[in-house]
């Protein structure tokens, strides 16, 4: 039940050897989790808006084949395991070709805007959150 | 009187022809204006927790010869002409050969963080720019 | 007879003020146009690939309202005046509720990838730009 | 024996929250692997001139503390294990107040930038590394 994204390399992503530069994942990945959440009634601008935030605790990459330049990457977002203090996605970044280029996971946890203290996941989006299961 | 500023080119800020990407030009100017204005005893994180943010009008870029990866670029940063409600600064911006690479101009001005409304530029500020000439 | 491209801000492309920062919009004036040539028939990336690159010489922006994370963003490009050696498009960023937020101008020229010589615009690439008028 | 190198974060690399947007890390990281490199006597430009990359084959990140703008960051890099095929570099990044806000972990391997096949380290470049055990 993975969530499917999709984001055309940018000019500006690619290194001289033509390859997308490893940093540039990190945005696809927040892209595609955005949209995600959004497909699931959860704007993110909006729960910032309403003071609550999601910083990343952790995030891993695995480079598999390099995407390039105007490459239409599909990015497959899913959430790993129980959602409570923390919450786990999963990426998988494929090219237009069904090649796998990349992999990753991004470990978030919820925190207060104003006091920067970590909290529970709101009820409210826990139950948006579920109903993609 | 003019400051020089040296930045090293990062690796993913080059693009698949190996030249600079045009848009980071932008960040090359802010990093030497920053360095430039701490030179006269202004920092502008302080200014901007002080309420004074400095946003920019306009930009104008001229692109000479293109500047490569690990490249050690000087950026010269100087003010042109009168400071009041907006200050405006040119870059040149040379290769370790001392090849002019791109030049630019940059058109600020000075807006009360709270309100977003536009202010004069702070007595304090002035002085510190004047002491420059 | 604008062509117009929709771009999602980026969370990271937003700075603390929580505006875009402006070194983002060259990023997307080429997406921008880099749509608009595909509209026209024309992939950039094969461009490159077939020896024809399109450097900027120069590059204005205008800076009118700030926009800012989420925001959908209408990016309406068009080229001005006649395309031969050089070749001018102009960009109107407008935010979702229709308030223009940046206009920009970005003068490219055609060079042989190998020599990075200067160069005509290619005549089958001349017919399809002329096309959209 | 670690080396350590000094970045002073970027407008341009903040988030609304005033953090440092994640994805700018591997950046870091990458100018630090670079300098540490450069310390030891290998230019890693004329290492790729030469026809060796050193792509990444896998990334990882702790966050641990929020880094801000203008924040001086010492990014510290070591090299772990045995270097053959591959290279793993290990980082810790610290603010001014030497508080550690990330660490981090890259996995690169040797390749031959014609083929795209990967190779053992060149001894040559061996010898430079284990110079600084």
Redesign the interface.
Same mark, same amino acid.
């Not at 690619?14 to 390859?19: E, I, K």
């Not at 530069?21 to 540039?24: E, I, L, V």
């Not at 910083?55 to 480079?63: V, Y």
């Given at each position: 039940m993975a969530f499917i994204h999709q984001i055309?390399v940018?000019?500006?992503e690619?290194?001289?050897?033509? =390859?997308v *530069?490893? &940093?540039?994942y990190? $945005?696809y990945f927040?892209?595609a989790r955005?949209e995600y959440m959004r497909s699931l009634g959860i &704007?993110?601008?909006e729960l910032?808006d309403e003071g609550v935030?999601m910083? $990343?605790? &952790?995030? *891993? *990459?695995? =480079?598999l084949k390099?995407a390039r330049?105007?490459d239409l990457l599909s990015i497959e977002v899913s959430v790993l395991g129980e959602i409570s203090v923390r919450c786990q996605f999963a990426y998988r970044v494929s090219n237009q070709e069904g090649t796998l280029c990349c992999t990753g996971q991004t470990d978030l946890f919820f925190v207060q805007?104003e006091s920067l203290k970590p909290m529970r996941i709101p009820a409210s989006l826990k139950t948006l959150f579920e109903s993609a299961r």
């Open positions: 055309r940018r000019y500006a690619c290194d001289r050897m033509g =390859f *530069h490893h &940093s540039n990190a $945005l927040e892209e955005t &704007s993110y601008k910032e935030i910083p $990343l605790r &952790s995030m *891993h *990459h695995e =480079f390099a330049y105007d805007k």
